[in-house]
């Protein structure tokens, strides 16, 4: 009994001596319980954002052109198209009579009848058009811009548009009015549709004219915390979070330009939230070693 006793003395004799000899493997054990909270990180890298100036408006047909008999007295015998035709320049739209004589009326473009006044055995006057053809069926989005976006426009750029009922199209800016309307400060744009196929007249679209493209530091919108201090952006140095505001500029794909208060490989939180603050330990996840 007594040496049983004296040989469990000397085994925790013996653990104390090697404990107190390895002060270092104690320690690691404990530094490798994490501290603080895991987060999603990631770093803030280079973006290309186009410089966008948006555009609604309705579809209107580029040239429309009117078709009248060229003297009066006559009547409408035999109507060949009629609105919604499509047509070729020189096919017999209608023919008209005067007593005995008769005449055919043609199309002197290709494209779409819009629009027609013709009833047989109604008279031919050179006042209304018998018909209106929307040439070669070309067609603009005509909407209203602000001033301060005007300026931006040229000729010749580039745009994706949305028409109702025809999907996504491509097109380019073909006329900037010289004037605004002076109440509201918005001036017209004309931005000339691409594709060769029939539109509904006057169904509303939206364009977006890409003016320019400006690269810089960009994070993902839901890194972007707004807060009575202002638009922050929560960055992780040392295993700690740091709160840093920033100035933001443009948006796209879900990315945001920072002009101010991040620098390019900075460790960002993925998703900043209120629940983190400023000097709070947390646990990087997704990110390179640099941020621990």
Known sequence: ?????MRASALA???????????????????????????????????????????????LPRDEQQIRPDRF???????????????????VLAKLTDGSNAI????????????SSAIVGAPASGK????????RNEYDLVGMVPTRDIAKLKTEQTAKLKVLGAGDLDGKVR????????????GQVFVAIGANKRLLVNSSGRAQ???????GVAVPLTAILYSTAGTVVQVVRGGRVETRRVETGLMSAGQVEIRDGIQEGDIVVARAGALLREGDPVRPVGASADAK
């Open 1 to 5: 009994m007594i040496s049983s006793l």
């Open 13 to 59: 004799a013996t653990a104390l001596l090697v404990l107190a000899a390895c002060p270092a493997f104690a320690a690691s054990e404990t530094d490798a319980v994490p501290k603080g909270a895991a987060v999603t990180v990631l770093k803030a890298s280079k973006f290309c954002f186009g410089n966008i100036v948006e555009v609604s408006g309705i579809v």
């Open 73 to 91: 007295g006559l009547k409408v015998a035999e109507v060949m198209a009629d609105p919604g035709d499509t047509v070729t320049a020189g096919q």
């Open 104 to 115: 055919n009326v043609t199309a002197p473009v290709a494209g779409t009848i819009s629009a």
């Open 128 to 135: 209304d058009a018998l018909f209106s053809i929307i040439a």
């Open 175 to 186: 006329r900037i009015a010289p004037t605004v309307e002076p109440n509201s400060q918005l």
């Open 209 to 215: 004219i890409k003016t320019g493209q400006s690269c």
